[in-house]
C-alpha cells in the first residue's frame, strides 16, 4: 500500500458491505477492541477465513482476488 493513500476504516468498509459495495466473499469487517485479543480491525470472509489489517491471517487462508486486495 501506498503511504500516500490513507487506509479505509473498518467503519467506512464495514458500510460498504452493507451497502452491497465490497465484494462478495466479504462477510464483515469488525474494529479491534485493544482490551481483548483481537486489537487490530479484521475481515472476516464468507469462507470462515478471518484477515487482520496488517495482513496477517487470524483463520484460515484464501488467495485474495484484485477486488478484496483493494
Not at 452493507?18 to 469487517?29: A, C, F, H, I, N
Not at 486489537?39 to 472476516?44: A, E, L, T
Not at 477465513?49 to 483463520?59: C, D, V
Amino acid at each position: 500500500m501506498s503511504d500516500r493513500k490513507s487506509r479505509t476504516s473498518a467503519n467506512q468498509m464495514q458500510q460498504q458491505v452493507k451497502r452491497g459495495q465490497s465484494p462478495k466473499s466479504v462477510d464483515r469487517v469488525d474494529k479491534g477492541v485493544p482490551e481483548r485479543y483481537d486489537r487490530d480491525d479484521h475481515i472476516h470472509f464468507k469462507n470462515g477465513a478471518e484477515l487482520y489489517a496488517n495482513g496477517q491471517w487470524k483463520h484460515g487462508e484464501k488467495e485474495l482476488d484484485r477486488k478484496e486486495k483493494e
